[in-house]
């Protein structure tokens, strides 16, 4: 048995306008909840900080792309946990208006992650790409243009709504193209066993010694918890360094909650974020 999360209600902020990837991803996910489209990752933040919205969702990986570097700066900072994962396959297509024509095009306009994702299309169109806050923030200004020679590249779903004529679908370069997205709310939740494979997040930022992150993380080996993601920062004076990780396991078993009160030996701080369900794209 796998958390529900179709009977939710109430609002999920995300980052964008309507028709954005991460708007797919609400719906996917959360189905029965209303969208709220927010202008940067800091305001998706703060409207579920100050109860606007009930959950939020944003990117943080894509399998081309890498990480979303803006979210893992800001989560720290932020008073919210994760209670869930998921995984959206990207399908990127080039829209334009309903009366353009292939050869009328010559701009193309999208998201700074989107655009080299799309490389071949737009050599082959002879494209001058152009960098936007987001896909669809770019397919709703082809609208606002209203001119034949400019065209974007977003989800199907912002052609749909913007009311834009798909030139071509599925133009990634790549066909396997996934972004993963984290839900996120102002409480943590409590998995259970019978959800299935449960991971857990945290923060933790290593005292300045030798050795300080093996040291750290040998309470993972020796208790048999694995790690299926460590990724680094490091502070404005280049000194420490901060880490994000992700183990396999709830921070309610043993195992990790041995491994966690060991890694506080050798951490001057570890922040948790949460424990949530493994989505089933990841099929551990």
């Not at 189905?31 to 919205?53: K, R, W, Y």
């Not at 081309?64 to 959206?88: C, N, S, T, W």
């Not at 857990?200 to 694995?226: C, D, H, M, W």
């Not at 974020?273 to 551990?284: D, E």
Request: aromatic share 8%; net charge negative.
């Amino acid at each position: 048995m796998t958390q529900d999360f179709t009977k939710r209600t109430g609002k999920i902020s995300f980052q964008g306008t309507f028709g954005a990837f991460h708007e797919m991803a609400c719906k996917e996910m959360f189905p029965q909840m209303d969208t709220l489209p927010c202008m940067t990752f800091e305001e998706t933040f703060s409207v579920l900080e100050n109860g606007e919205a009930d959950l939020a969702m944003i990117a943080v990986d894509n399998s081309l792309a890498g990480r979303v570097a803006d979210v893992h700066h800001l989560l720290p900072q932020k008073k919210m946990f994760i209670i869930g994962e998921h995984f959206l396959p990207i399908s990127m297509c080039l829209l334009a208006l309903p009366d353009a024509k292939m050869e009328d095009l010559k701009d193309v306009h999208s998201h700074t992650h989107a655009l080299p994702q799309c490389r071949k299309i737009i050599k082959e169109l002879g494209l001058t790409p152009h960098v936007h806050a987001d896909t669809a923030g770019a397919a709703a200004d082809i609208v606002k243009w209203n001119d034949k020679s400019q065209c974007a590249i977003a989800s199907k779903l912002a052609g749909e709504i913007y009311g834009l004529q798909i030139m071509r679908e599925g133009i990634q370069d790549i066909p396997n193209n996934t972004t993963r997205f984290l839900a996120l709310s102002r409480e943590m939740e409590r998995p259970t066993k019978d959800m299935g494979p449960i991971l857990s997040s945290f923060f933790f930022e290593v005292r300045n010694i030798p050795a300080a992150l093996y040291k750290a993380l040998g309470g993972f080996a020796t208790n048999g918890v694995q790690m299926t993601k460590l990724e680094s920062y490091i502070d404005p004076q280049f000194n420490v360094a901060r880490f994000y990780a992700e183990v396999l396991g709830s921070i309610d078993d043993r195992n990790v909650g041995l491994a966690l009160e060991e890694l506080q030996f050798f951490a001057k701080e570890v922040q948790i974020m949460g424990s949530y369900p493994a989505h089933p794209f990841r099929a551990l």
